[in-house]
């Protein structure tokens, strides 16, 4: 069975356009609360863009797994894990990166808290693991050191 143009407009213009639209509505609306955190120019302003209020206190129950020397800055492997309970969200932040926050993984209830990702590094500088868990924040950090730049260096 083929589906003709004209029938396809005319569903969505009977009811399936608007559907679609709903649909993206809650995305614009996203991409608009992400888009402060994201612009920011400093790890601690993207965080409170990102989160809004205090700002994370170091747990040694946040683990960040990263490469002392990154030889490479555009594939930069990290390995984020932690034991709170609740975990909500994973974020990773990079001070020297143009934007400092380079990831958010929404973490589903009951499912366990371990993310692993590459992200693009333009210089050494820390990298900043934040775990929000029961509406708290908690955080790791550490010293990468990268040889050869991935972000246009």
């Known amino acids: 069975m083929t589906i003709k143009r004209r ?4 569903a969505l213009a009977t009811g399936g356009g608007l559907l679609g639209l709903c649909a ?16 920011a120019g400093e790890t ?5 863009a990102l989160y809004g209020g205090d700002l994370p206190v170091e747990s040694a129950e946040v683990m960040l797994d990263a490469p002392d020397i990154a030889e490479n800055g555009a594939v930069v492997p990290l390995t984020i894990s932690t034991t709170l309970p609740n975990v909500e969200t994973v974020s990773v932040f990079i001070a020297e990166n143009p934007s400092p926050l380079a990831a958010q993984f929404i973490i ?8 692993s990702t590459r992200v693009r590094m333009g210089q050494t500088t820390h990298v900043t693991a934040v ?5 708290k924040l908690y955080s790791a950090t550490k ?4 040889t050869i730049g991935g972000c246009g260096g």
């Open 108 to 115: 589903p209830e009951g499912t366990l808290a371990e993310v």
């Open 24 to 39: 993206l509505v809650p995305q614009w609306a996203m991409a608009a609360w992400m888009r402060e955190a994201f612009a």
């Open 131 to 135: 775990i929000q868990s029961d509406g």
């Open 143 to 146: 010293e990468v050191k990268v």
């Open 7 to 10: 029938t396809l407009v005319k």
């Open 44 to 48: 601690n302003a993207a965080i409170k």
